[in-house]
């Protein structure tokens, strides 16, 4: 299999790919190999959702509030580099990852849906 990199044509409109799955099932590993392949930019949205949970979490504010999550989300300063996520000038990079911010990610999903735009699918 080869390595080819697809060169961006600078008229051409972005492109955006979106991958979904559960849990562990490989989304990030797959999403920066194509990125990489397509010579596209990668943006690790779970990384922001989780981003938004720590500042919720730092706040003492409860994580299935959705109406105060999204208020939250409109307000903090949250920047996303290759390998690292700051929020409000704190590198949470390791906290999202860690057991309190899955925890919050986890019961906030539930209270609001995988979107966070309403209840959950059964």
């Known amino acids: 299999m080869s390595e080819d990199v697809v060169e961006p044509s600078p008229t051409a409109p972005p492109k955006v790919i979106a991958i979904d799955g559960p849990a562990g099932s490989g989304k990030s590993t797959v999403g920066k190999a194509l990125a990489r392949r397509l010579g596209l930019e990668y943006l690790d949205t779970g990384a922001m959702y989780r981003g938004v949970t720590f500042a919720v979490l730092r706040r003492g504010l409860d994580p299935a509030d959705a109406d105060t999550g999204a208020s939250l989300a409109r307000d903090i300063d949250i920047e996303v580099g290759s390998d690292t996520l700051v929020v409000d000038g704190v590198d949470a990079t390791v906290d999202i990852r860690g057991p309190e911010v899955t925890r ?19």
């Open 104 to 122: 919050g990610e986890h019961r906030g999903r539930q209270r609001r849906g995988p979107l966070g735009d309403g209840p959950p699918s059964t």
